[in-house]
């Protein structure tokens, strides 16, 4: 578990860097984050910086009425999918998204925002980012049970 005091946007670019690289250790598998944090806690801004670490030139908006949006880096095959599962009631729901498709897309990373909706379908190897905003400051912690 890593823990992080952010207490602005500067700060929050070191703990994206961080945990990229995190994601990107081990090539094995696809690499999933759940972002988990009230409204406002920085989860979409928080994506936003990972994709411009990514090179990706789009601009990067919360996908809660699309529930999911797909970004491929400019200068490389590298992708980022970021998915809002907010409006999802019933896991069965992402089926129609391909989810299962997607944890076996290579040179992908995949983020979740509001990822407790669908915990039973999250892998084992999911990484945990956690979001607890108190005031202007925010605490990030990093868990990964797998």
């Not at 690289?21 to 944090?37: D, F, M, N």
């Not at 979409?44 to 601009?59: H, S, Y």
């Not at 490389?76 to 498709?101: C, K, N, P, T, W």
């Not at 076996?104 to 607890?132: G, M, Q, V």
């Amino acid at each position: 578990m890593e823990t992080w005091e952010v207490n602005s946007l500067e700060e929050l670019d070191s703990v994206v860097d961080c945990v990229y690289k995190k994601l990107t250790e081990s090539s094995e598998q696809t690499p999933v984050l759940a972002l988990h944090g009230d409204l406002g806690a920085g989860k979409t801004t928080f994506v936003q910086k990972l994709a411009k670490l990514m090179n990706i030139d789009e601009v990067v908006t919360s996908p809660t009425f699309v529930v999911m949006k797909k970004y491929v880096a400019g200068d490389s095959d590298q992708q980022l999918i970021h998915i809002d599962a907010y409006r999802i009631e019933e896991v069965d729901e992402m089926r129609v998204l391909g989810f299962v498709g997607l944890l076996a897309e290579k040179d992908t990373i995949i983020c979740i925002e509001w990822a407790e909706n669908i915990a039973e379908l999250l892998p084992s190897h999911t990484y945990h980012l956690n979001f607890a905003l108190a005031s202007e400051a925010r605490t990030i912690t990093l868990t990964n049970n797998g």
